[in-house]
């Protein structure tokens, strides 16, 4: 799990080394770890005993799928149940490590909000289409061509014609750059 970001700069002490397993950005003294960079301070478990402590600047900071936010997914695979995806991007800004995500077959066209639950880099993230603006982006028909949205729910191929099935987004004009 991860901590709220907390500012420090070179020579801050941040913890005993009791406490935490010194990461970047932190050098060891008398028992103490210590910033050597002025940044974030990141605590991270990666399955240690301890956290790693490390300081980031402010341009490598991850940004982290948030409850609420926007993100832009790729489908990985589909079985009848659910999608599992992998998150690109929150709002415009594109993710550095990757993470997974479930979109439910009941949160496709559903009504209510999911309560999302999130944790590390290795959590799945739950996601939903429910609101009216969410839904499919982009798809490919059979045919391998990129389908055209023709209404709300339904997405055509523009070599064969045929239609298909889908919760069509609608997608903000700020969005459309990425």
């Given at each position: 799990n991860m901590s709220p970001?907390?500012?420090?700069?070179?020579?801050?002490?941040?913890?005993?080394?009791?406490?935490?397993?010194?990461?970047?950005g932190v050098y060891l003294r008398h028992g103490y770890?210590?910033?050597?960079?002025?940044?974030?301070?990141?605590?991270k478990n990666e399955g240690e005993e301890l956290p790693v402590i490390s300081v980031v600047r402010e341009t490598e900071t991850q940004l982290l799928p948030d409850v609420g936010a926007i993100v832009t997914c790729k489908v990985t695979s589909i079985n009848p149940r659910f999608a599992k995806v992998h998150?690109?991007?929150?709002?415009?800004?594109?993710?550095?490590?990757?993470?997974?995500?479930?979109?439910?077959?009941?949160?496709?066209?559903a009504t209510e909000k999911d309560?999302?639950?999130?944790?590390?880099?290795?959590?799945?993230?739950?996601?939903?289409?429910?609101?009216?603006?969410l839904g499919v982006v982009v798809a490919h028909s059979e045919a391998g061509a990129q389908m055209v949205p023709i209404s709300w729910?339904?997405?055509?191929?523009?070599?064969t014609h045929t239609k298909e099935f889908r919760k069509v987004a609608r997608v903000q004009p700020e969005y459309l750059q990425a």
């Open positions: 970001m907390k500012l420090c700069v070179p020579g801050d002490k941040l913890c005993s080394i009791d406490d935490c397993i010194p990461g970047t770890i210590y910033s050597s960079l002025a940044g974030y301070v990141l605590k998150i690109l991007y929150v709002g415009s800004t594109p993710l550095k490590d990757r993470f997974r995500g479930t979109i439910r077959k009941e949160d496709v066209r309560k999302i639950s999130l944790g590390d880099v290795q959590s799945n993230y739950l996601l939903t289409t429910a609101e009216n603006e729910c339904e997405m055509q191929c523009p070599r």
